[in-house]
């Protein structure tokens, strides 16, 4: 602790002293690349680069300023070093935070483009139906396609029709139930509702042993302008409304919502005092709240930095809250793709019949993927398929960083672990590029994965060895090469299964 205090105070004492330059002038200089001046535009667009959008709150006195600034330029556009520092000064700590790459994705303008490059292939895909039990979900033309995200540090990154205003739908429900723990704690909201997927559609007429419901329905004590005002915290402020309209049919094509409401009545499953018939008004109005792509990530982000808004700073939830409601979305999230969805791609979500998929990485980012075409299960295809390449991603990654203790969990979790990228390459690819004998090891005897595969540009992982000067990963090739047979089709997964144990 002594030692830490030492080594950190001399240094601002010195800044002040003018011995080293300031924060603001490290910064200056690392914009300005040995310029005199810099232009706005250069500044903001590296400031985009790191992720941060210029309409960030927390970048607000820096934007104004900066605004006010240029106007007093005689061209309007250039600052010098004491015009930057004044339009920077009020925020640079995160402006500081942002240029030396201390956030949580250092390095945003490459995964912007791999995130671009999975929505591409998303795009293409046809297939699925547009809800049309209600008007205003079947006009939604089955084109529609956007994926929005957020990071805990508030980095952007939309991409498609990320501005057009939808309904949440069920999408909703795992908000609402953090507002509703956060304002009651845990114990009591679950005094009502269970915990248990049900394995049952998720309208099903059915009550556990204990007489819960799995859907969260009993939340007696909220009202809808409190769930709006929570979801306009968690969206750092940033768009959600309501659709009247929506709501009105919601409500009269809701009969198996009335009967599941009187069902729930008859069991005695309302807190005592309910109102079903108004309960059942609170639930198609939180249905019919609206959000785009965009807003809703910011929601997604507030999950995912343990209910503190990233762009705002606000504590929105409890932990607790926060924990109960990714833990719910991650069993049971999904209607009755919730088990297969958990198992591979292992993240908390939940699915809408507008086509949205509120997707958390706790602790990186919330995501909101939206497009309206919906598979037999009621989710949307292209977000599902999103969701899932990042299986591929995760399956590279490890590759890359040389982890074999991943790699043998996705081996049994039964990944395909011959998974391609958008440029063909598969973990085979990678680990040999990056030198890890180990991992070419491991894919080659235990996974039994094809030794040769070309990428886009007809590299094999051999290719890369060589190019990369890896001998050891060159002569297991080699061995393993001569050795190799490929496998029958069938016979495949049954061997590499045994010789998987065996490596266990
Ligand atoms: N309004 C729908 C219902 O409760 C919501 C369905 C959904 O998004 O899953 O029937």
């Known amino acids: 602790m002594i030692l830490s205090l030492m080594t950190v105070h001399p240094l601002p004492r010195r800044r002040k002293a003018g011995i080293l330059p300031s924060l603001e ?84 303008m490459s995964f912007a483009s791999h995130v671009d490059k999975l929505y591409e292939s998303a795009k293409n895909l046809s297939g699925g139906q547009v809800a049309d039990y209600i008007p205003q979900l079947a006009k939604f033309s089955p084109e529609l396609w956007a994926v929005a995200l957020c990071t805990v540090d508030g980095q952007r990154h939309t991409v498609g029709d990320t501005k057009v205003p939808f309904c949440l739908q069920s999408c ?10 956060h304002d009651h704690s845990t114990e009591y909201v679950h005094r009502f509702i269970g915990k248990e997927p049900s394995g049952l559609r998720f309208n099903k ?15 007696t004590h909220l009202s809808k302008k409190l769930v709006m005002n929570f979801l306009n915290k968690m969206a750092g402020n940033e768009y959600v409304g309501f659709s009247n309209a929506t709501f009105q049919s919601e409500r009269e094509s809701g009969d198996r919502n009335f009967a599941i409401g009187y069902y729930l009545k008859e069991k005695k499953c309302f ?121 591929v991603i995760n399956l590279l990654f490890a590759a890359y960083t040389g982890d074999v203790s991943a790699l043998r969990r996705f081996a049994l979790s039964s990944m395909d672990m011959e998974q391609r990228d958008y440029d063909s390459r598969t973990a085979l690819h990678v680990a040999a ?61 049954e061997t590499a299964q045994k010789n998987f144990d065996g490596m266990l």
């Open 25 to 108: 002038d490290l910064l200056f200089y690392t914009i300005a690349e040995g310029q005199e001046k810099i232009p706005a535009h250069k500044f903001v667009s590296a400031l985009k680069a790191t992720g941060l959008r210029t309409g960030d709150p927390r970048l607000k006195e820096c934007m104004e300023m900066l605004k006010v600034t240029l106007k007093s330029t005689s061209d309007g556009v250039m600052l010098d070093r004491h015009l930057f520092k004044k339009c920077v000064q009020s925020n640079i700590v995160l402006l500081t935070q942002a240029f030396r790459k201390k956030f949580v994705i250092p390095d945003f």
């Open 172 to 181: 909703v429900k795992p908000l609402k139930y953090a507002i509703a723990v």
């Open 205 to 219: 007429l059915f009550l556990n042993e204990d007489g819960e419901d799995s859907a969260p329905a009993a939340l």
């Open 271 to 391: 807190p005592e005092g309910t109102d079903m018939t108004s309960i059942l008004d609170f639930y198609f109005q939180l249905c019919s709240i609206e959000v785009t792509c965009e807003s809703a990530s910011v929601m997604a982000a507030t999950l995912a930095n343990g209910g503190f808004c990233p762009i705002t700073g606000e504590r929105v939830l409890s932990p607790e809250a926060v924990r109960d409601t990714l833990s719910l979305m991650h069993s049971c999230g999904m209607y009755d793709f919730s088990g297969q969805f958990a198992f591979h791609v292992g993240l908390p979500a939940k699915s809408g019949v507008s086509g949205g998929i509120l997707l958390v990485v706790p602790n990186v980012m919330g995501v909101m993927c939206w497009s309206p075409p919906l598979d037999k299960l009621g989710n949307s295809v292209r977000g599902i398929q999103f969701c899932t390449v990042k299986s």
């Open 433 to 493: 590029a990056e030198g890890h004998a180990e991992v070419v090891r491991f894919l080659l005897e235990a996974c039994k994965v094809n030794p040769e595969p070309k990428d886009r540009w007809g590299n094999t992982p051999m290719d890369e060895a060589v190019h990369f000067g890896h001998h050891d990963v060159v002569t297991l090739l080699k061995d393993y090469q001569s050795k190799y047979s490929p496998p029958e089709s069938g016979a495949d997964s």
